[in-house]
């Protein structure tokens, strides 16, 4: 079926190893980004990227990693991970940019560092 | 501090009553959407607004983007228990290549 996923759904992990999260979507969607969520922050912008091999860093960069040579694939990367990036991940794409395009969320990611 | 300030953060109500949510920013948007989340879920867009002071209904659901396009309300009218849910308000501002930005939420719980 067409859409947005994610794997893992949920991950605990420990301090200092590195992490992957994956999403694909089957749109062929140009713009694709991640968010963290967190109680009280809502929705935060960690990378986004506008086309395969194009990427930019959002508000919370610091200790991620993207890459995106395929259209429908958007892995998040932590290098090395510490306890406060224990948070809901989020992937969403969209058709283009601005004015007000909707973006589509895949149901998230769960990750858990001890 | 947060650029999209919502107003509350969590509200309690009964079957049948009236609400509000706001959405708050000293910052211009191009456009201002609604979310809503359910547990276990990403975000799902309910409505997007782009013209100031323009006005959008869904069903029970009234959107409102201020005629300053910087603020915006959702208005529930009747609440019902599938209404349950996270709220989230998200602008878009001129000029940052699409990127949107997120108030903190409303949970929003309405009971039989």
């Known amino acids: 079926d067409a859409g947005i996923t994610q794997s893992p759904r949920y991950k605990i992990t420990e301090t200092g190893r590195q992490v992957t999260l994956m999403c694909h979507q089957t749109?062929?969607?140009?713009?694709m980004f991640w968010y963290r969520q967190d109680l009280g922050h809502g929705l935060r912008l960690i990378y986004y990227?506008?086309?395969?091999?194009?990427?930019d860093k959002g508000e919370v960069p610091d200790g991620y990693v993207v890459s995106r040579s395929k259209t429908e694939n958007f892995p998040l990367t932590l290098e090395s991970a510490t306890r406060s990036q224990t948070s809901v991940y989020f992937c969403?794409?969209?058709?283009?940019?601005?004015?007000?395009?909707?973006?589509?969320f895949g149901p998230g990611t769960r990750l858990t560092v001890l | 501090t947060q650029l999209l300030e919502q107003s509350p953060q969590f509200l309690s109500i009964q079957e049948g009553e009236n609400l509000t949510v706001y959405c708050n920013s000293s910052?211009?948007?191009?456009?201002l959407q609604w979310y809503r989340q359910e547990p276990g879920e990403g975000p799902v867009l309910l409505v997007t607004?782009?013209?100031?002071?323009e006005v959008k209904k869904l069903k029970r659901l009234t959107f409102q983007f201020g005629d300053a396009r910087k603020d915006s309300s959702l208005h529930i009218t009747a609440a019902q228990t599938g209404d349950t849910g996270l709220y989230l308000c998200?602008?878009?501002?001129?000029?940052?290549?699409?990127?949107?930005?997120f108030g903190q939420g409303t949970e929003l719980s309405v009971k039989p």
């Open positions: 969403a794409s969209s058709r283009s940019s601005g004015g007000g395009n909707e973006q589509f």
């Open positions: 749109w062929s969607h140009s713009y």
């Open positions: 990227s506008a086309a395969a091999d194009i990427t």
């Open positions: 910052s211009v948007f191009s456009s």
């Open positions: 607004v782009v013209t100031g002071g």
């Open positions: 998200a602008g878009d501002r001129e000029n940052q290549g699409g990127k949107l930005i």
